[in-house]
Structure formats: structure tokens, C-alpha cells
């Protein structure tokens, strides 16, 4: 995962719904073409989540699935989610030498470049201590001056939250916000998400300069209402919008 290059990214909450049927949804999402992973620490603090990751992590922890057994586990290297002041909180070195014991490539936290700016330096230098590529988390209200400063620390990816939560409409404005970024931040791994549910979406974000997507909250509702089942036929529409966007 070191030379992340993008494509569908699925986001699902560690330990979700059980631990046996997280573990199960992981393997499948592989099988089914997913090219990354981003797996969610649940808190009741979700800040930037919308009403579906905020429920799928409140099932984690009321039904006391162990955290720690399920991301270590997990058998591909993968994105680890969660905010910055959570971390500070359980303890930032702490919380970062476990991310990278437990097989994250990269910790992306969301409110890191909005509420902690000043930590940005500490955030890069425990990356580097730790074996881990940096990521950062922006949106459309950036400043481009703080968006194009970000290549230099070599990022893994930058995420591009598209909406002010998860699993809301995307705006028809999202085409040409993705194209400014893309325009901002070199050969970094530019991907989007916070909304994207459909292929119609996925093949729009990728012609817009978008190298992947994200999906979390419909992948949540079709493991909620279908099982694996509709959660395959979901990823495989999904994976051929990306090739689909980007001409192949």
C-alpha cells in the first residue's frame, strides 16, 4: 500500500456489525475488487459522520466487539480513520505506534487541518516514527495556499470530504471542486468521498480528477439490508464506474 495510487476505496467501522461478519465483509470487499480499505475507530464522538456510520458505531461498542482483535486481523494493510482529539485523548505517540502495529499504512484523521493546525508538524514527524505515510483530510473551503503546502510532506493521499457529512446528496458543485484540488496538489493520490452512493456518482468524480472514491455509508446500508450479497453487487458497479471514469 506504500505506492497507493487510488481507485474504490470502502469504508466500513472496525468490528462491524459483529467481528465475524466484519472479518467476512473485509475478505469479500478484496474478492470484489475494493483497492483500499478504511477502517473507522467507533466513538460517540463522531463529529463529521453522518446518522449511518454514527448508528454502525454505536452497535460496535454497545455490542463490546474488541476493537483491537478486529483490526489486527485484518490480513491487507489499510487506512485508519478516526479524530485527532480522540488520540489525544487515549494518548497521540500511543495511538499511533498501535495504528502501525495493527497494520495501518496511514491514520487519516478529519478535523487534524480544522481544529489542530498547529499539530500539523507532530502529526508528520510521529508518522514518519511510526512507518507510517501521512494523509490529510480537506474540503472545498480550504484555502489553496494550505492545500498545495501539503505535497510536500509526500503524502499517501489526500481525502477530499465532498459534503459537511457522510451520507448526504452530493451537490452539483462537486465536479468543480475536484478539479481545483487536482490542480493543487500535484501527483498525490487525490481521493473523494462523503456522499458518493452511486455509479453515477463514482464516473463523475473520476472524470472531474478524483484518483479514487470513497464509499461508506451505502455500503453500511446494503450490509444492514441485503448481507454480502448486496454488498458485492454494490462494489462491482462501483469498481467498473471507476474504470468506466477513467476511460479503461
Not at 454502525?56 to 489486527?72: C, N, P, T
Not at 487506512?79 to 505517540?93: H, R, V
Not at 483530510?137 to 484555502?143: E, L, V
Amino acid at each position: 500500500m506504500k505506492g497507493f495510487r487510488g481507485g474504490l476505496v470502502a469504508f466500513i467501522p472496525a468490528g462491524y456489525p459483529s467481528l465475524k461478519g466484519f472479518l467476512e465483509a473485509v475478505r469479500g470487499l478484496r474478492r470484489w475488487g475494493v483497492d483500499a480499505l478504511e477502517l473507522g475507530i467507533p466513538t460517540l464522538k463522531a463529529k463529521y459522520d453522518g446518522p449511518t456510520v454514527r448508528a454502525a458505531y454505536r452497535k460496535v461498542l454497545e455490542r463490546g466487539v474488541d476493537i483491537h482483535e478486529a483490526l489486527a486481523r485484518v490480513e491487507d494493510r489499510f487506512i485508519l480513520l478516526s479524530y485527532y482529539d480522540l488520540a489525544l485523548e487515549a494518548g497521540l505517540e500511543g495511538f499511533m505506534e498501535a495504528a502501525s502495529k495493527a497494520g495501518a499504512f496511514t491514520v487519516l484523521f478529519p478535523d487534524l487541518l480544522i481544529d489542530y493546525l498547529e499539530e500539523l508538524g507532530t502529526y508528520v514527524e510521529l508518522c514518519r516514527s511510526y512507518g507510517l505515510r501521512p494523509s490529510f483530510f480537506i474540503t472545498s473551503c480550504f484555502p489553496h495556499w494550505l492545500i498545495s503546502s501539503l505535497t510536500k510532506y509526500e503524502p499517501s493521499l489526500v481525502y477530499m470530504g465532498l459534503m459537511a457529512c457522510t451520507g448526504v446528496l452530493l451537490p452539483v458543485s462537486a465536479r468543480r471542486n475536484i478539479s481545483v484540488a487536482r490542480g493543487l496538489l500535484d501527483d498525490v493520490p487525490l481521493i473523494v468521498g462523503f456522499a458518493i452512493s452511486t455509479p453515477e456518482q463514482v464516473v463523475e468524480c473520476v472524470r472531474a480528477g478524483a484518483d479514487g472514491v470513497v464509499v461508506g455509508s451505502a455500503l453500511i446500508k446494503a450490509l444492514d439490508e441485503g448481507g454480502l450479497k448486496r454488498v458485492e453487487s454494490l462494489v462491482r458497479g462501483l469498481k467498473e464506474a471507476v474504470e468506466v471514469g477513467r476511460g479503461t
